[in-house]
């Protein structure tokens, strides 16, 4: 036999156990996730609404797992689409409905970490909420919308 041949079968049999990991590093890091939706916003809440029915599962109550187990699997399947533009209607309608409960967590998140400093007082004659310096008594605030004058105190 010649010693040349067993080397070269031996490359070949070692190319094709390389050629067989490097297919699953490539799955291993994304191949199969790509050209897909992936988790957007809509896909969070989902996620986040049927871990709270999980946990609210462990109580006797009728079918709250299998409620949850559902949610789960619709998020599971919007994540996987490959239907960008059905997905993203579906998150836009989703942000749309939910633009002014996100506004007042947001606004909430900031007057909590500028308590300190800042004030919000609320227009009124515009209804704006909008941010006065903390300490100074009592002011004439302008509000940046519509630019009427007001008296409030920080």
Known sequence: MNP??????RLQQ???????????ARWANGAPAFGR?????LGRFLIGVSVVLMVAGLFPVPYVRTVSLVVMVVALLRALSRNHMARGRENRAYL????????????LD???TNRATTRYPRCPHCRKV?????????????????????????
């Open 130 to 154: 909008f941010a006065v310096p903390k300490g100074k008594g009592r002011i004439r605030a302008t509000c940046p919308h519509c630019h009427e004058q007001s008296m409030h105190t920080t």
């Open 110 to 112: 900031k007057r909590w």
């Open 37 to 41: 939706v992936g988790i957007d916003d």
């Open 96 to 107: 749309d409905a939910t633009v002014r409960p996100r506004a007042w967590f947001r606004l």
């Open 4 to 9: 040349n041949s067993s080397f070269r079968l």
């Open 14 to 24: 070692l190319m094709g156990r390389l050629a067989g990991r490097t297919q699953q």
